[in-house]
């Protein structure tokens, strides 16, 4: 099972980012690293009400005329890197 998955959604009002993790007791953790991308407004923790397979994802927001497309890569890469020194640390 992969440590994350990640999607856009292009909201009418502002497009974001959900991140999807498999293990949801890393949310508070995942939520901090992300706040220190520049062009990162907010990250919220929401309740996933669709069919997904874990109970609550992170909603990445960011800055106006932000690439979304450019940021998804973004923190795919950290999120992998992060995982990978994670992984290595145990």
């Given amino acids: 099972m992969l440590p994350f998955r990640s999607e856009i959604r ?40 669709e069919r997904n397979r874990v109970g609550e994802h992170l909603t990445v927001f960011f800055k106006d005329d932000v690439d979304v497309d450019k940021m998804k890569k973004s923190i795919d890469s950290s999120l992998w890197w992060y995982f990978e020194e994670d992984l290595v640390d145990e």
């Fill in 10 to 49: 292009n909201a009418p009002t502002q497009p974001t980012v959900k991140i999807f993790l498999g293990d949801e007791s890393l949310d508070s953790r995942i939520k901090k690293h992300l706040e220190h991308f520049e062009e990162v407004e907010t990250v919220e923790i929401r309740k996933s009400v």
